[in-house]
């Protein structure tokens, strides 16, 4: 399955931001022990690019690994280097996408207007990143015109409004901080809590499938 139907199929982005080094390994077993299979490490976080090809090389075939904050073409050159499938970006830079698609990685570039959403389509997106998300019901708006996009709502999601999300079309969701809270001291029980969001999370959009 090719990184693009990886996305497709599991949907839940997990967002690793500013979390401490040397837990990364830990939370990203307790995300997979909660059924997260996507994870996204920003590169405004701490050695960001050792972090993601330490988990790209020890979690090959299990999770997925993309970086995120991906600003321009030096980001993305360095996180395709340290082994990223993925680049996701809080905005549009074309110089972005096209380095992902010189090496057939997914590019999911952000937009937030309908404007900046068909451009970054245009310009070879395979996911647009709605960001910063006001809502579902902005996501259901923004597809009524362009439901030919395949969108990323990104911010304000969790287990309890998954669903509202699933039903305007998107095809993924990027989801941060109300599934690992950075703020956090990463301990025994706060992994076991993790594992749990995790399993509620993917249990939701599971149970909005079969609606």
Known sequence: ??????ILQYK???????????????????LHNG???????TLNSENALAVIEKL?????????????TVLNAADANNAIDAGAEFLISP??????IAAAKRVNIVSIPGAFTPTEILSAHNSGADIVKIFPCLNASYVKNILAPLNHVRVMPT??????????????????????SALVD???KV??????????????????????AHE
């Open 1 to 6: 399955m090719s990184p693009l139907q990886q």
């Open 12 to 30: 839940v982005v997990a967002i690793l931001r500013g979390m401490p080094p040397a837990e990364i390994i830990h939370i990203a077993n307790a």
């Open 155 to 176: 911010g304000g999601i969790d287990a309890s409004n998954i669903h509202t999300f699933a039903a305007t079309g998107a095809v993924a969701f990027g989801i941060g």
């Open 187 to 208: 301990t025994q029980h706060y992994l076991h809590q993790l594992t749990i969001k995790a399993q509620q999370l993917t249990m939701a959009l599971h149970n909005a």
């Open 56 to 68: 790209a090389h020890l979690f090959k075939g299990k999770l997925l690994i993309g970086a995120g």
């Open 91 to 96: 905005n549009l830079d074309v110089n972005v």
């Open 182 to 184: 950075n703020s956090a």
């Open 35 to 41: 059924g997260i299979r996507l994870l996204e490490v």
